[in-house]
């Protein structure tokens, strides 16, 4: 193994002269601050949870699933393989399995994108700050800040969860600082890094190194044609492609994505757009800070304001679907995180003069960041450690399924299962290991992303909607057409909650909680293969 003093682009609050080039791509860093990181890593991963197969960490796990046994997911397999078509995260994991159960590993996964993220911002803080205090306070910052969501755009700085952007956000980091250094080849090595994990992230992540250098050299003349011809690439896509008909399916799957679209967010969504872009440029114009701070502060703010323009002048619901599909806010991440570093520096400095005060901040960031994962996961363990008796009455159902029903059974959910209570966004197919019929959110997401997906995620997804409310005469006549031989329901809750959310049915459900009732479909053709569980 490589030393991890060897890693280009690593190293402690010890400067390095600027141009180093190939020479010192391989430099060694005298104390790196390992350790410290180390240690901090555990108090991240208690403080902001862990929830392996939920939300997109769940999309990944299915990829991984279904690279290490093409066996699973015959009738949906385009929503477990799209994903994996342009990243090498789930083609690296899947053979790692002959080694080890996935749950061990993804949590190995989670625990080591932890550290490269805070050992990423480390690097980046010890080029905008020559302080050790303004150093560790971005560092600090960046813990407490780890699962920030980033305004409206489906998107948090970094995931409880892992997905290809555990990695290539801290790869990104190494790439910026090595930026910051003018180590061109430790910058591209980085980048190309970051692209084999997350080519669309690793594109956003190259208009910043580009943009930083510029910046950084105070070539403002370059900058500014940059950007125009950005702004022009954004203007030629639009007009060429704004009347393209994608099919009816691929239409409804990229406008079901609420996310690309400004003129479909919340009114409370919109500050997390503007404010951060004023206080950096604020920032960028303060003498008193380092020029490195501030040309990372001018770079996020020109970034950002470039992707809002170019979203609020060419990405519309009646426009240019390929534009919607690039999602030009994802540059917003880059923006939070270097507002979290700047901002994180800043509050090192003043601890020296307000320790209790600046400790106290930090503790209720966490605090509070701690409080909005228990309420977006309020029925799952807050950390879900592998061989951990799953809390969540919804997982106890998938994996019910996952050890009682046919290797090759269909399911059916209501198309916004994941929206039900108790839920908490937590993955059918990577859960249970069984096909299902497509869902209105998850698997929209990977429609809006892989138009191959949209003709089926539109037919399921309609065959699916309101099924709770359905009768089991009506479910039989949607279902049995696309193979489906069992039901998940969630149960007819207790009086005075909704008689909405709860659903009724005639099948035989063999299997029933608090929660969910898993059911067979009457009259569908039911087997065991040999080897089934």
């Given at each position: 193994?490589?030393?991890?003093?060897?890693?280009?682009?690593?190293?402690?609050?010890?400067?390095?002269?600027?141009?180093?080039?190939?020479?010192?791509?391989?430099?060694?860093?005298?104390?790196?601050?390992?350790?410290?990181?180390?240690?901090?890593?555990?108090?991240?991963?208690?403080?902001?949870?862990?929830?392996?197969?939920?939300?997109?960490?769940?999309v990944?796990?299915?990829?991984?699933?279904?690279?290490?046994?093409?066996?699973?997911?015959?009738?949906?397999?385009?929503?477990?393989?799209?994903?994996?078509?342009?990243?090498?995260?789930?083609?690296?994991?899947?053979?790692?399995?002959?080694?080890?159960?996935?749950?061990?590993?993804?949590?190995?996964?989670?625990?080591?994108?932890?550290?490269?993220?805070?050992?990423?911002?480390?690097?980046?803080?010890?080029?905008?700050?020559?302080?050790?205090?303004?150093?560790?306070?971005?560092?600090?910052?960046?813990?407490?800040?780890?699962?920030?969501?980033?305004a409206?755009?489906?998107?948090?700085?970094?995931?409880?969860?892992?997905?290809?952007?555990?990695?290539?956000?801290p790869?990104?980091?190494?790439?910026?600082?090595?930026?910051?250094?003018?180590?061109?080849?430790?910058?591209?090595?980085?980048?190309?890094?970051?692209?084999?994990?997350?080519?669309?992230?690793?594109?956003?992540?190259?208009?910043?190194?580009?943009?930083?250098?510029?910046?950084?050299?105070?070539?403002?003349?370059?900058?500014?044609?940059?950007?125009?011809?950005?702004?022009?690439?954004?203007?030629?896509?639009?007009?060429?492609?704004?009347?393209?008909?994608?099919?009816?399916?691929?239409?409804?799957?990229?406008?079901?994505?609420?996310?690309?679209?400004?003129?479909?967010?919340?009114?409370?969504?919109?500050?997390?757009?503007?404010?951060?872009?004023?206080?950096?440029?604020?920032?960028?114009?303060?003498?008193?800070?380092?020029?490195?701070?501030?040309?990372?502060?001018?770079?996020?703010?020109?970034?950002?304001?470039?992707?809002?323009?170019?979203?609020?002048?060419?990405?519309?619901?009646?426009?240019?679907?390929?534009?919607?599909?690039?999602?030009?806010?994802?540059a917003?991440?880059?923006?939070?995180?270097?507002?979290?570093l700047?901002?994180?520096?800043?509050?090192?400095?003043?601890?020296?003069?307000?320790?209790?005060?600046?400790?106290?901040?930090?503790?209720?960031?966490m605090a509070?960041l701690?409080?909005?994962?228990?309420?977006?996961?309020?029925?799952?363990?807050?950390?879900?450690?592998?061989?951990?008796?799953?809390?969540?009455?919804?997982?106890?159902?998938?994996?019910?399924?996952?050890?009682?029903?046919?290797?090759?059974?269909?399911?059916?959910?209501?198309?916004?299962?994941?929206?039900?209570?108790?839920?908490?966004?937590?993955?059918?197919?990577?859960?249970?290991?069984?096909?299902?019929?497509?869902?209105?959110?998850?698997?929209?997401?990977?429609?809006?992303?892989?138009?191959?997906?949209?003709?089926?995620?539109?037919?399921?997804?309609k065959?699916?909607?309101?099924?709770?409310?359905?009768?089991?005469?009506?479910?039989?006549?949607?279902?049995?057409?696309?193979?489906?031989?069992?039901?998940v329901?969630?149960?007819?809750?207790?009086?005075?909650?909704?008689?909405?959310?709860?659903?009724?049915?005639?099948?035989?459900?063999?299997?029933?909680?608090?929660?969910?009732?898993?059911?067979?479909?009457?009259?569908?053709?039911?087997h065991?293969?040999?080897?089934?569980?």
């Open positions: 193994m490589i030393p991890v003093a060897r890693i280009p682009g690593l190293r402690s609050e010890t400067p390095r002269h600027a141009g180093a080039g190939w020479g010192t791509l391989w430099s060694l860093p005298t104390q790196p601050p390992l350790a410290r990181i180390a240690l901090l890593t555990p108090v991240v991963l208690l403080v902001h949870g862990y929830h392996p197969l939920a939300d997109d960490g769940a990944y796990v299915t990829g991984i699933k279904k690279l290490a046994n093409p066996n699973l997911y015959r009738s949906d397999a385009v929503f477990a393989t799209s994903p994996t078509r342009f990243s090498i995260f789930a083609h690296v994991l899947a053979p790692l399995l002959h080694w080890g159960p996935l749950p061990v590993l993804l949590l190995v996964c989670h625990v080591a994108s932890i550290f490269l993220f805070l050992l990423g911002a480390w690097q980046v803080a010890t080029r905008i700050f020559s302080g050790r205090r303004s150093c560790w306070g971005a560092v600090l910052l960046a813990a407490c800040c780890f699962t920030l969501p980033v409206g755009t489906s998107l948090s700085i970094m995931d409880p969860y892992v997905t290809a952007r555990s990695f290539s956000t790869l990104s980091l190494f790439a910026l600082a090595a930026v910051l250094d003018e180590n061109w080849a430790g910058s591209i090595l980085w980048l190309a890094l970051a692209g084999l994990l997350h080519p669309l992230m690793a594109g956003y992540t190259a208009i910043t190194m580009l943009t930083l250098a510029l910046v950084r050299r105070k070539m403002w003349s370059s900058v500014a044609l940059l950007f125009g011809l950005g702004s022009l690439l954004s203007a030629i896509i639009f007009l060429a492609t704004h009347d393209a008909d994608a099919g009816l399916a691929y239409n409804r799957a990229a406008l079901s994505r609420s996310y690309f679209f400004l003129s479909s967010w919340r009114w409370y969504e919109y500050p997390g757009l503007v404010i951060p872009l004023v206080l950096l440029g604020f920032a960028g114009f303060r003498s008193r800070l380092p020029w490195a701070a501030r040309a990372l502060a001018m770079t996020a703010t020109l970034l950002g304001s470039c992707a809002l323009l170019t979203s609020v002048c060419f990405v519309h619901r009646t426009g240019s679907l390929l534009l919607a599909r690039l999602q030009v806010l994802r917003f991440q880059f923006v939070y995180i270097a507002g979290v700047l901002a994180g520096g800043m509050l090192g400095r003043l601890a020296v003069q307000h320790k209790r005060a600046i400790a106290l901040l930090y503790l209720l960031l509070t701690f409080a909005g994962q228990r309420l977006t996961y309020p029925e799952s363990n807050h950390v879900e450690w592998p061989g951990l008796k799953a809390r969540n009455l919804w997982q106890d159902a998938f994996l019910w399924i996952r050890d009682n029903t046919p290797r090759d059974a269909v399911f059916a959910l209501d198309n916004d299962y994941i929206e039900s209570p108790g839920e908490d966004a937590q993955g059918f197919r990577a859960t249970a290991e069984r096909s299902a019929v497509a869902d209105w959110f998850k698997d929209g997401g990977i429609a809006s992303n892989f138009p191959e997906a949209a003709a089926l995620w539109w037919q399921g997804s065959a699916t909607e309101q099924l709770n409310r359905a009768s089991d005469e009506q479910r039989l006549a949607r279902l049995q057409a696309l193979g489906v031989t069992w039901i329901l969630p149960v007819q809750p207790a009086p005075p909650a909704p008689a909405s959310r709860g659903a009724t049915t005639g099948f035989p459900c063999p299997f029933t909680n608090a929660r969910v009732r898993v059911c067979r479909l009457s009259g569908a053709l039911l065991r293969p040999e080897g089934a569980k």
